[in-house]
């Protein structure tokens, strides 16, 4: 499968910015999806997975109530709608796919990531 990450862009703090991720290839509702960022100087961190069909959603603690995940099968997309953006959240932010939500979350050896989009939040 091929991720290509998009909607990245310099917001103000308290706006709102929604990512989308095109999946191609292999059959894209077989994967859960989600979604990693690495700040600037920091390590990769994942932000929130979402499952194969859709009905079960997972979110870092720094992220959770602010951000959310969602999945169009019939489109092969993924959507990242972050809102109440803090500085912290500035970051590139990565589109990854897995065979489970576990190995997404845990950025498993075999889960596929896409180039990243660049988030920027300005204080």
Request: contains cysteine.
């Amino acid at each position: 499968v091929q991720l290509q990450a998009s909607g990245g862009g310099l917001v103000q703090a308290g706006g709102s910015l929604r990512l989308s991720c095109a999946a191609s290839g292999r059959t894209v509702s077989n994967y859960a999806m989600g979604w990693f960022r690495q700040p600037p100087g920091k390590e990769r961190e994942f932000v929130a997975a979402i499952s194969s069909g859709g009905g079960s959603t997972s979110f870092a603690d720094s992220v959770k109530g602010r951000f959310a995940i969602s999945r169009d099968n019939a489109k092969n997309m993924v959507y990242l709608e972050m809102n109440r953006l803090e500085p912290e959240d500035t970051a590139v932010y990565y589109c990854v796919a897995g065979e489970s939500s576990r190995h997404v979350r845990t950025g498993a050896p075999n889960v596929k990531w896409g180039p990243g989009t660049l988030v920027t939040v300005s204080s």
